[in-house]
């Protein structure tokens, strides 16, 4: 069976690069589907603008009727803050057998050891990471040890273990930005073309940011 992808993130809002990151991931790495899981209580962003429905909205408005799209609510059901380390052992136990790549941007990656049980992850899941503009891989430090022990460049190995490797995967680089489309939404301007339509109407009638 094929590797479930997980793509987490604040999504405050989704826009084509994140969805053209997991599109590519989803063929390149065939993945039988990416699910995406916006945060509930981000525990290193401290606040979020939408707030967790307004952003689980948007989420599903960009995916809706792509095949291998999933939106996945499961952090914003949990109390506290959402910890990557316990939607991968939620994910697990609703499926004990499946290979399970947990998406993350380089700049993602690079602030791993800072995140919860981190060291646990790989345990759990594969780490699969998108090389985002401008950031290198690490080739020392802890991180830079994880990848020399458990790197791979051969995406069959995230099919025949269910967990336990890191694959650097390139991405196209788009250079969009929540923050700046948040910006640029708060000064009266359309988002139009960073995002699908359907994204950007929620967030007009929604009127967030
Ligand atoms: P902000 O501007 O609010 O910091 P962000 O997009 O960096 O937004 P998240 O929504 O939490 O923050 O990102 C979710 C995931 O998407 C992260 O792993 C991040 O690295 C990745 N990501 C963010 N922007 C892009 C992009 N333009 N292309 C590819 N991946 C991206």
Redesign the pocket.
Same mark, same amino acid.
């Given at each position: 069976m094929k590797p479930i992808g997980v !793509?987490?993130?604040? !999504? /405050?809002p989704i %826009?084509y690069? %994140?969805l $053209? +990151?997991a599109f590519e991931m989803l063929q390149a790495l065939r993945f039988e589907e990416v699910r995406f899981i916006p945060?509930g209580d981000p525990p290193h962003r401290g606040v979020t603008y939408a707030n967790a429905q307004q952003r689980m909205r948007l989420v599903e408005c960009a995916i809706e009727g792509q095949p291998g799209f999933v939106a996945d609510d499961r952090e914003l059901r949990r109390d506290g803050p959402s910890y990557t380390i316990d939607t991968l052992h939620s994910l697990r136990e609703e499926f004990p057998d499946r290979s399970i790549g947990l998406?993350?941007?380089? /700049? @993602?990656f690079l602030g791993l050891p800072g995140w919860h049980r981190w060291d646990e992850i790989l345990d759990v899941a594969h780490i699969v990471v @998108?090389h $985002?503009p401008g950031w290198k891989a690490p080739d020392i430090g802890v991180l830079g040890e994880m990848i020399t022990e458990h790197g791979t460049h051969r995406v069959a190995k995230l099919h025949d273990a269910t967990h336990g490797s890191i694959h650097i995967h390139a991405?196209t680089?788009?250079?969009? @930005? +929540?923050?700046?489309i948040r910006e640029l939404v708060g000064a009266g301007r359309d988002p139009r073309f960073l995002m699908p339509d359907e994204v950007r109407d929620a967030i007009l009638d929604m009127k967030i940011y």
């Open positions: !793509f987490g993130g604040t !999504f /405050d %826009h690069g %994140h $053209r +990151s945060c998406i993350v941007g380089m /700049d @993602a @998108a $985002r991405v680089q788009l250079e969009i @930005a +929540s923050t700046e």
